[in-house]
């Protein structure tokens, strides 16, 4: 008895000892969680075109070596995907004008085999073999515009234009064009893909937190250098100022934002949109004015983005409840801008802000 008394004192010390202790080490690990410093490394450049912008928290000394690998990756994608570049592997492939298959790489047919996915989603909405007409409108590489191409053109045009007229071998990742002359364009597309592409390049290299946006397109993970969810503004789509419609937090997700109030040019007092109608052949005529999509894919985000502002508020809200997507439109009226949300869209956390918050360049 003296022994198992002891022995079970012994216990209840050695327990206690242990809570203690337990209570020792919370205190300090909470004491240097509150204290720890969180920092936050900014990567930026020019790509694709446009301006990209990546921060990661907490990268350390990987910073340097992440620099490199992102600047990589991007010339990767952009020698790929480009139309503005003749030698990249889309042009090669839109300067082939045959009927033959077309061995590709599995990057590019990633791309395709999403674009298709959005495309039959859309009922054609989303188009990515519309260059030629965008092309025709003054939005592509080609020269602008000042007046309204010819209706016998336009016409002329859309006999090469249909994503049906391009199959898909996945298997074999190559592609044939029944058109030999179909013309690809990605740009409503790719941006959203190398935000992809670099948000798993930081996680494989051990990035737990980051905010990836090329071209206006994001992508976030974790938090931000504050510890809290990344705070990521909507612009209110006005032609003469550059103001913050609402803010929403996100983690783990993408956002991209289509809109038709800077790309654009006027002839007769008439206003043309950037974004082309790839079944009328024509810019959208709707009253949209931007549309944000989130999902988990930038790439997804950015192609539905531009499907949704082709199919305009009524019909656009339709497909996005359907797909269960979160979706806000922002529709012109005679007033101001009318939000139309999807179902899921409530999900988001968003604030208001007040009407003279600036976005500053």
Not at 195 to 204: C, I, N, P, R, S
Not at 308 to 323: T, Y
Request: charged letters at 25%; one cysteine or more.
């Amino acid at each position: 008895m003296i022994l198992a008394d002891s022995f079970l004192s012994t216990q209840v010390v050695t327990k206690r000892i242990a809570v203690l202790l337990l209570c020792v080490f919370s205190f300090i690990a909470v004491s240097c969680s509150k204290n720890e410093e969180r920092t936050e490394a900014l990567l930026q450049g020019l790509t694709m075109g446009t301006s990209y912008s990546v921060k990661v928290i907490n990268a350390g000394a990987k910073t340097g070596d992440l620099k490199q690998g992102v600047n990589e990756l991007l010339n990767e994608i952009n020698s790929s995907m480009s139309t503005y570049l003749a030698d990249s592997e889309l042009s090669r492939i839109n300067q082939n004008k045959t009927t033959d298959w077309i061995v590709v790489s599995r990057e590019l047919m990633r791309v395709l085999q999403l674009a298709n996915k959005v495309s039959r989603q859309s009922k054609g909405a989303f188009d990515v073999t519309v260059g030629p007409i965008v092309n025709l409108w003054g939005f592509g590489p080609d020269k602008k515009i000042l007046e309204e191409p010819d209706e016998d053109r336009i016409n002329s045009l859309m006999d090469r234009v249909g994503y049906k007229k391009l199959i898909l071998d996945d298997n074999a990742s190559r592609i044939k064009k029944i058109e030999p002359t179909l013309y690809v364009d990605l740009s409503g597309i790719a941006k959203g893909f190398a935000v992809d592409k670099l948000a798993e390049y930081l996680e494989e290299n051990g990035v737990t937190d980051y905010l990836v946006e090329v071209g206006g397109e994001i992508r976030v993970k974790g938090r931000n250098k504050d510890n809290k969810l990344w705070r990521l503004a909507i612009e209110k789509p006005a032609i003469d100022q550059r103001a913050v419609h609402q803010v929403v937090e996100l983690t783990g997700q993408a956002i991209a934002t289509s809109g038709d109030y800077r790309n654009y040019f006027e002839s007769e007092g008439r206003r043309y949109s950037h974004t082309i109608n790839p079944v009328s052949g024509r810019p959208i005529t709707n009253r949209v004015a931007s549309v944000s999509v989130i999902t988990s894919s930038a790439a997804y985000s950015d192609a539905m983005a531009t499907a949704f502002m082709v199919l305009g508020a009524e019909n656009g809200i339709e497909l996005a409840d359907r797909l269960k997507l979160k979706v806000l439109f922002l529709v012109k009226r005679d007033e101001g801008f009318e939000e139309v949300r999807s179902l899921a869209f409530a999900s988001i956390k968003r604030e208001k802000v007040s009407s003279d918050e600036r976005i500053s360049d």
